[in-house]
């Protein structure tokens, strides 16, 4: 059964960092992008940043780009998104997602229960 | 960046009733197009995928259509399990992008 599961989520100020993590268990890891995708209260969902099988490629919205990176550990399962320059909008449940095989990637067929992300002083 | 657009906000609807839900691109996506969706405090749950293949799991009752621009979700017969949020993805281009939801609510 595939299994992913966020930490790292929790209070932040502005200007601050935060370092989220998912462990992924149920399926070789190496083989599939990885994706954040995040949805701000009460609010719609919002694709952050994907990482490639190898972590050779990374792809990220523009309003993340220059302040997260999304990085893996293959050994280890585990993918990470290391926010910087938090904003009061990236105030958000953070999800961890994993896509169909091949063609589908995109297509989230797997989701973590999300970790909660709050931006405030 | 491809805009989706859901409609409508909000559909009340009566157990064993259909609802229709629509979503439409500002651009053409081919059938790359996915619907989920999510219930309070849960993970969105994916639905349908290339605009109308059921994933796994997923009951007869839903069923997709449409290509291009215009796309609908079809629940031909509501269950208490369904009243939900409901959101359209395209993933033709990048950034993937997600309609605003359309929540069905029981009349």
């Known amino acids: 059964e595939v299994q992913l599961v966020e930490s790292g989520g929790d209070l932040a100020q502005p200007g601050g960092s935060l370092r989220l993590s998912c462990s992924a268990s149920g399926f070789t890891f190496s083989t599939y992008w990885m994706t954040w995708v995040r949805q701000a209260p009460g609010k719609g969902l919002e694709w952050v940043a994907s990482i490639k099988e190898d972590g050779s490629e990374k792809v990220y919205v523009d309003f993340v780009k220059g302040r997260f990176t999304v990085s893996r550990d293959n050994a280890k399962n585990s993918l990470h998104l290391q926010m910087h320059g938090l904003r009061a909008e990236d105030t958000a449940v953070y999800f961890c997602?994993?896509?169909?095989?091949?063609?589908?990637?995109?297509?989230?067929?797997?989701w973590g229960q999300g970790t909660l992300v709050t931006v405030s002083s | 960046e491809i805009v989706m657009t859901q409609s409508p906000g909000t559909l009340s609807v009566s157990p064993g009733e259909r609802a229709t839900l629509s979503c439409r691109a500002s651009q053409s996506i081919s059938i790359n197009l996915a619907w989920y969706h999510q219930k309070p405090g849960q993970a969105p749950r994916l639905l349908i995928y290339g605009a109308s293949t059921r994933a796994t799991g997923i009951p007869a009752r839903f069923s997709g259509s449409g290509s291009g621009t215009e796309f609908t979700l079809t629940i031909s017969s509501l269950q208490s399990e369904d009243f939900a949020v409901y959101y359209c993805q395209q993933y033709n281009n990048w950034p993937g992008t997600f309609g605003q939801g359309t929540k069905v609510e029981i009349k």
């Open positions: 997602v994993r896509g169909l095989a091949g063609a589908s990637m995109w297509v989230f067929a797997y």
